[in-house]
């Protein structure tokens, strides 16, 4: 089966423009970790653990950015299919 050079184009460009519009509306930021303000993370992440907000405000709708930090002791939980 073949598809019309045409067909592919719009399909191409229709595919490109949501994102380059998404990726318009927040631009990258760059920050020094000694800029970042370290919390105790909640208590349903392991304990030891620290948060930071970058932006936004989790307890409002809307976008928010978090940056978390574990002790080297912390073991994750495995993801996945089991063996």
């Given at each position: 089966m073949r598809t019309p050079k045409g067909l592919l184009i719009v399909f191409?460009?229709?595919?490109w423009v949501p994102g380059g519009?998404?990726?318009?509306?927040?631009e990258h930021v760059m920050q020094n970790e000694k800029d970042v303000k370290w919390i105790d993370a909640p208590p349903f992440i392991p304990p030891g653990a620290k948060?930071?907000?970058?932006q936004g405000n989790p307890a409002e709708k809307g976008l928010f950015s978090v940056?978390?930090?574990?002790?080297?002791t912390t073991k994750s939980p495995r993801i996945g299919t089991r063996r």
């Amino acid at each position: 089966m073949r598809t019309p050079k045409g067909l592919l184009i719009v399909f191409l460009v229709f595919a490109w423009v949501p994102g380059g519009v998404a990726r318009a509306q927040h631009e990258h930021v760059m920050q020094n970790e000694k800029d970042v303000k370290w919390i105790d993370a909640p208590p349903f992440i392991p304990p030891g653990a620290k948060l930071a907000l970058l932006q936004g405000n989790p307890a409002e709708k809307g976008l928010f950015s978090v940056r978390l930090k574990f002790p080297p002791t912390t073991k994750s939980p495995r993801i996945g299919t089991r063996r």
